[in-house]
């Protein structure tokens, strides 16, 4: 028996009307789920709380009227709001598909957010000086610069080489390289309550920018001020 216009007409506005309360549940679901570290997450401080200085650099290689250190901080972080998965690939041609990385893939994505090719810049230094690593027998573009060992190198010779005692507050800078054992962050614009900075990173974890500076012993700490060593 088919039902009466008129209640016809009514099933399809209740329908309707459930298709749109699922997709707003849907779309706050997503909402949540993508903030939920800002939304939920501990409370987080800026420089300005400690009376901190945020520098500036005196680069802007993409010309894009945001210095070195803020295009940096910023590409790294578009690059983990993506959430990639964490899986560590050889890719022919070097760089792993979208929606897959692991830390390494954090810093090339900050320099070519600020407007350099970490990537050219690394197998070219390895090329002209494969003396100078270490780590390196025979030189393969497609992982070198993928490479924790390798970027520590090319960092000790074309970046600024810091401190790595936290005490010292501000020294720890948005947009700086901070190196571990076989690991390697940003560091974020983000600080904790004692005002150490968070790091921006991927190491399979499930919030990509978090207070875990400390966690593991810091090994080097580098700003990028381009030089010839």
């Known amino acids: 028996m088919k039902p009466e216009p008129k ?5 399809l506005k209740r329908g309707l009307i459930i298709a749109i309360v699922l997709l707003v549940v849907v779309l706050v679901c ?4 993508t903030n939920f570290n800002t939304l939920f997450g501990p409370k987080y401080y800026t420089a300005q709380d400690f009376g901190i200085q945020t520098l500036k650099s005196p680069y802007d290689k993409d010309e894009d009227g945001i210095d070195d250190y803020r295009d940096m901080m910023f590409g790294a972080r578009a690059y983990v709001n993506k959430r990639p998965k ?3 690939t050889y890719e022919s041609g070097g760089y792993p598909p979208e929606g897959i990385g692991v830390c390494t893939d954090v810093i090339w994505s900050a320099f070519q957010a600020a407007g350099y090719d970490l990537k050219a810049l690394v ?3 390895i090329s ?18 993928r490479r924790v060992k390798n970027l520590n190198i090319f960092f ?11 005490s010292d507050l501000a020294a720890w800078q948005p947009g700086d390289i901070v190196l571990y054992a076989g690991h390697i962050a940003i560091l974020s614009d983000r600080r904790n309550k004692e005002g150490l900075p968070y790091i921006i990173h991927h190491a399979g974890q499930p919030i990509y920018e978090e207070d875990a500076l400390t966690r593991d012993p810091i090994l ?3 700003r990028w001020t381009p030089h010839t060593p």
Do not use: G, W
């Open 30 to 33: 997503e909402l949540l789920l």
């Open 86 to 88: 964490y899986k560590n």
């Open 156 to 166: 000790q010779r074309y970046a600024e080489i810091l401190t790595t005692d936290v």
């Open 128 to 145: 002209a000086h494969l003396d100078a690593y270490s780590t390196i027998q025979m030189p393969d573009p497609n992982i070198d610069f």
């Open 7 to 11: 209640q016809h007409s009514q099933l």
């Open 123 to 125: 197998d070219a230094d």
């Open 220 to 222: 080097a700490h580098y």
